[in-house]
C-alpha cells in the first residue's frame, strides 16, 4: 500500500548535528502533510515538526530553533536536519505522512523508526 523508510538516525555528541530522511512509496495518489515524531523511552510519542505540501511548517517548541524540516514533493521525500542536538533529544524517530492512497480514501502512514542518541 504505503510505505515510509526513514535514514540517518545514530549517535551524535552534544552540540552535534543529524539529518534524517524519510521516503515515501506505494500506492500514492498525493501526500498533505509529512512530519516527525518522537518517542523517548518510557514517554509517549510526540510531534517534533510537520510541514504540509504548500510548505508550511510547524515546530515543537523543544525544536524551534535547532532543527528544520524540508519537503520534497516530487521526490516524495522529507528530511529532518537537526542541529545544536542535546541528550534530551534522544528518541526514536517516526516519520509520519498524510497520504491520500485511493480517490476516496486518506490516511496516516508511520516509518519503522530510526534511533537517535545524543551522548557523549
Known amino acids: 500500500q504505503v510505505q515510509l523508510v526513514e535514514s540517518g538516525g545514530g549517535l551524535a555528541q552534544p552540540g552535534g548535528s543529524l539529518r534524517l530522511s524519510c521516503s515515501a512509496s506505494?500506492?500514492?495518489?498525493?501526500?498533505?502533510?509529512m512530519g516527525w515524531y518522537r518517542q523517548a523511552s518510557g514517554k509517549r510519542r510526540e510531534l517534533v515538526a510537520v510541514?504540509?505540501?504548500?510548505?508550511?511548517?510547524n515546530y515543537a517548541d523543544s525544536a524551534k530553533g535547532r532543527f528544520t524540516i524540508s519537503r520534497d514533493n516530487a521526490k516524495k521525500t522529507v528530511t529532518l536536519q537537526m542541529n545544536s542536538l542535546k541528550p534530551e533529544d534522544t528518541a526514536v524517530y517516526y516519520c509520519n505522512a498524510n497520504v491520500q492512497y485511493t480517490p476516496f480514501t486518506r490516511g496516516d502512514f508511520w516509518g519503522q523508526g530510526t534511533q537517535v542518541t545524543v551522548s557523549s
Open positions: 510541514i504540509n505540501n504548500s510548505g508550511r511548517t
Open positions: 506505494g500506492s500514492i495518489i498525493s501526500i498533505n502533510a
